[in-house]
């Protein structure tokens, strides 16, 4: 069975961090470019940040950039996203996806999807 499994969400305070993985079982992740979406309540699923295939290129949201790093294992097959400086609007469900071409921030384009992580800043 082919799927993303997500980790690591949970209940911090503004300004805290928490480090996401993905991590793949029935295939190996290091031919896909892996994307973030997030979800938050009463709004449209956005991309957050993507790694290509090999780690060399990322992308990142704006609103996300120095705050939130995208890295990769591929011996372990897994994709993280660490997130510092949290803030109450990075509240939302963390999906991971994946991609077998390159990064994109057009979430049809994805092949694999994760069930989502919550992710709940507030004090």
């Known amino acids: 069975q082919l799927q993303l499994v997500e980790s690591g969400g949970g209940l911090v305070q503004p300004g805290g961090s928490l480090r996401l993985s993905c991590a793949a079982s029935?295939?190996?992740?290091?031919?896909?470019?892996i994307g973030w979406f997030r979800q938050a309540p009463g709004k449209e699923r956005e991309g957050v940040s993507c790694i290509n295939h090999n780690g060399g290129n990322t992308h990142y949201v704006d609103s996300v950039k120095g705050r939130f790093t995208i890295s990769r294992d591929n011996a372990k097959n897994t994709v993280y996203l660490q997130m510092n400086s949290l803030k109450p609007e990075d509240t939302a469900v963390y999906y991971c996806?994946?991609?077998?071409?390159?990064?994109?921030?057009?979430?049809?384009?994805?092949?694999?999807w994760g069930q989502g992580t919550q992710v709940t800043v507030s004090s």
């Open positions: 996806a994946a991609d077998p071409e390159y990064c994109s921030w057009y979430d049809n384009e994805y092949e694999y």
């Open positions: 029935g295939f190996t992740l290091d031919v896909y470019a």
